[in-house]
C-alpha cells in the first residue's frame, strides 16, 4: 500500500457521513506504518475500541469503510477461529465480527455487512509473516504471493458486499 495522509484518509469513507469521518479516531502511529507491508490499513478507534476503520487501495482510489466490533459473540478460550480475509489461525478471541454498513439506500435502512478478521486487523502482517499468532503458524503449500492475493481477494469482496448498496441483496 502506498503511504496515505491523514486528508486522504478521511476522506475515502464511503459508509459514514463526512461529519464522522472528520471525527473518527486515526491510529496514533500514522507516520510509523509499515505501508511497503500493508495491502491495507485497518486500525481499531484509540478512544472507542468497539469502533474500527479499514482502508484499501482499490480501483485506483483509496476505499475506507467504517465498521463495529460485533458484541456479544461469545468464544472458546481453547478453540481457534480463522480469519476470513487472511485465514490466519487464532487462538480464542484473536478473530472478531466486525460489522459494516452498507452505502446508499441499504445502509440508511440499517443494513450491515458483516466478516470475521483478525481482531487486531493487521492481516498483512500475518501473511507476510511480519507477525505471529497466539495459535502459531499452521502448514500451508501456498507461496506468501499467493497468500496476499488471496488475502486481497477475499478483502475486495468484502469490500463489494459493503458498496453494493442495492435493496435486493440486503
Do not use: I
Not at 476470513?84 to 443494513?111: E, I, Y
Not at 495459535?135 to 458486499?161: C, H, I, P, W, Y
Amino acid at each position: 500500500m502506498n503511504p496515505v495522509t491523514e486528508r486522504d484518509l478521511r476522506a475515502s469513507f464511503v459508509n459514514c457521513s463526512k461529519g464522522e469521518a472528520r471525527r473518527l479516531g486515526l491510529p496514533r502511529d500514522l507516520a510509523a506504518t509499515p505501508w511497503a507491508d500493508l495491502d491495507f490499513l485497518g486500525w481499531r478507534d484509540p478512544g472507542a475500541p468497539e469502533r474500527a476503520y479499514l482502508v484499501a487501495e482499490r480501483g485506483g482510489g483509496l476505499t475506507g469503510v467504517a465498521l463495529r466490533l460485533a458484541q456479544d459473540v461469545r468464544r472458546s478460550p481453547t478453540k481457534s477461529t480463522l480469519c476470513s480475509v487472511c485465514v490466519t489461525p487464532h487462538a480464542g478471541t484473536g478473530v472478531a465480527l466486525f460489522t459494516a454498513p452498507r452505502v446508499g439506500a441499504a445502509g440508511r435502512q440499517g443494513n450491515t455487512v458483516g466478516v470475521y478478521m483478525c481482531a487486531d486487523l493487521a492481516c498483512s502482517l500475518y501473511v507476510r509473516g511480519r507477525k505471529q499468532t497466539e495459535a502459531g503458524t499452521r502448514f500451508e503449500s501456498l507461496t506468501a504471493e499467493e497468500k496476499v492475493a488471496r488475502a486481497v481477494a477475499n478483502l475486495d469482496s468484502f469490500l463489494g458486499r459493503v458498496l453494493d448498496d442495492t435493496l435486493a441483496n440486503a
